[in-house]
């Protein structure tokens, strides 16, 4: 029996950065995965391939709408070729998994293809392909197994009408109307890239708002943009009924009066939230508990109810971000190590990949009003600035909330070209407790997105912008 000091179940990026950082520790380290790739979904099926897609179709929307006011002229029967597209975000994943496969080999960390499910709390059977089981032990178990799609439970998932992001990565035509159940991250992005590719496009979303868990501002702004790009919505809808047929999906939904509207597609994205997946993990035979909402249950040190397992990523409390299962594994590895390590998950930013992007870290207005804590607002519009104007994305601002006795920078949200980048700046001046005055006193080249940052700092400092 192979024995290791550390075996991690799950090869997303929680998991393989914790086998890694595991490895780079001394420790003998095994990885599990069920598929024959590692990575993931983030790798596989979620943040790489949308991504790839999303660029993809930027690149087309760019051609058809863009490229003239470039002084760029194109025959005017730009096509797409949706197969080559799905076949070039393929090889974005299939390189980004081969990537992995070598950190694997480089940091000797042994990879067991199969279904990990506990013995006990130190042996892990791992059932393959062909049926065959096999046993390790291990002293210290990192439990990274992640997370699925959720659905509403009258809703069947037939993955052929009625997809899950899953299959909406690798459709084999652009629909003609794609109703996306869920105004979130995941909806929205997929949504983006069909409508850019010709698709009608609807969000049916239960809350009064889209992104519902980031600040309302970048609420506001992101459905007035998507509008102008032809993006329907339908907020405060309550989807009571989805039935599909060879050809089409029809569903039915309560308005926010409580009236009935049914809406018509040959496509239906179930976009929902996702569920943690512990399914055949065995998670009672090692004496690791799972909350009601089939969460593991673990401490401030990511430990379950198991001394020697821990757990992290999607599959315990919290944002479900393939950078936070990233900080959380190397949290565990360093502590396995009797190091003292931290995460401080007010600082971990939350992106959505629109175009204009999303990016917020720290509290919310919302957040800060709830809590009586005062504070101050600067906002500045990428409208005003000169790189903005150079490349065409005018859409956005950029908002600072800070503490108004201390000037401590509480909240940062973005909406506008580059902001997954920007939000960056907001979580390094954070993390060293910056004030707002801090950030305007920092210099900024000329002429870049980045100077949206210093000039909401000099609004929030002392209402003193100096381009708007």
């Known amino acids: 029996m192979n024995t290791y000091d550390v075996a991690v179940i799950g090869s997303g990026p929680g998991g393989y950065v914790a086998a890694i950082r595991c490895a780079q520790l001394g420790m003998k380290t095994a990885i599990i995965e069920k598929y024959s790739t590692l990575g993931g979904t983030c790798l596989n099926v979620g943040c790489i391939p949308s991504k790839a897609l999303l660029d993809s179709s930027h690149h087309y929307e760019h051609a058809v709408k863009h490229f003239a006011d470039h002084g760029i002229e194109i025959p005017s029967d730009v096509k797409i070729n949706l197969e080559k597209m799905i076949a070039r975000k393929q090889t974005v994943v299939d390189q980004t998994c081969d990537g992995v496969n070598f950190l694997m080999k480089k940091n000797k960390i042994d990879?067991?293809?199969g279904v990990g499910a506990f013995k006990d709390a130190t042996h892990i059977d791992?059932?393959?392909?062909d049926g065959t089981?096999?046993?390790?032990?291990?002293k210290n178990t990192i439990i990274a197994t992640g997370s699925k799609p959720s659905t509403l439970p009258?809703?069947?998932?037939?993955?052929?009408r009625v997809i899950t992001s899953t299959e909406a990565l690798k459709l084999k035509e652009v629909p003609k109307h794609l109703v996306v159940i869920g105004g979130g991250v995941i909806g929205l992005e997929l949504g983006q890239v069909y409508r850019r590719l010709g698709a009608d496009v609807s969000v049916v979303e239960y809350m009064g708002r889209i992104i519902p868990g980031m600040d309302k501002a970048l609420s506001r702004e992101l459905q007035k943009v998507l509008k102008k790009q032809g993006v329907k919505?339908?907020?405060a809808h309550k989807v009571t009924n989805v039935k599909a047929t060879a050809k089409e999906v029809v569903i039915t939904a309560d308005d926010k009066k409580g009236n009935p509207v049914e809406f018509k597609g040959d496509y239906c994205l179930v976009s929902v939230g996702r569920r943690p997946y512990t399914d055949g993990l065995n998670a009672?035979?090692?004496g690791v508990k799972l909350n009601d909402r089939g969460q593991v249950e673990v401490n401030d040190h990511l430990q379950t109810s198991a001394p020697n397992i821990y757990a992290i990523g999607d599959v315990i409390k919290g944002?479900?971000?393939a950078h936070k299962a990233e900080e959380e594994g190397v949290f565990v590895a360093e502590t396995l190590a009797g190091q003292k390590p931290h995460i401080d998950y007010n600082l971990i930013p939350g992106v959505v990949y629109t175009w204009p992007e999303v990016a917020a870290v720290g509290k919310t207005e919302e957040e800060l009003k709830e809590a009586g804590i005062k504070y101050k607002s600067g906002q500045f519009s990428f409208r005003a600035l000169g790189r903005s104007r150079a490349s065409g994305d005018l859409d956005g601002f950029v908002k600072i909330l800070a503490d108004e006795t201390t000037d401590e920078v509480l909240g940062v949200h973005m909406v506008g070209a580059r902001c997954a980048d920007l939000i960056s700046e907001a979580v390094t001046a954070m993390?060293?407790?910056a004030s707002a005055e801090d950030i305007s006193r920092m210099s900024h080249a000329h002429p870049t997105f980045a100077e949206a940052v210093k000039e909401a700092a000099l609004a929030a400092t002392d209402n003193r912008a100096l381009h708007s």
């Open 233 to 235: 919505f339908y907020t």
């Open 126 to 129: 791992i059932t393959k392909t």
């Open 319 to 321: 944002a479900m971000l």
């Open 111 to 113: 990879v067991f293809e």
């Open 154 to 160: 009258f809703i069947k998932i037939d993955k052929k």
């Open 133 to 138: 089981v096999e046993t390790i032990e291990a």
């Open 284 to 286: 009672e035979a090692a």
């Open 431 to 433: 993390e060293f407790r």
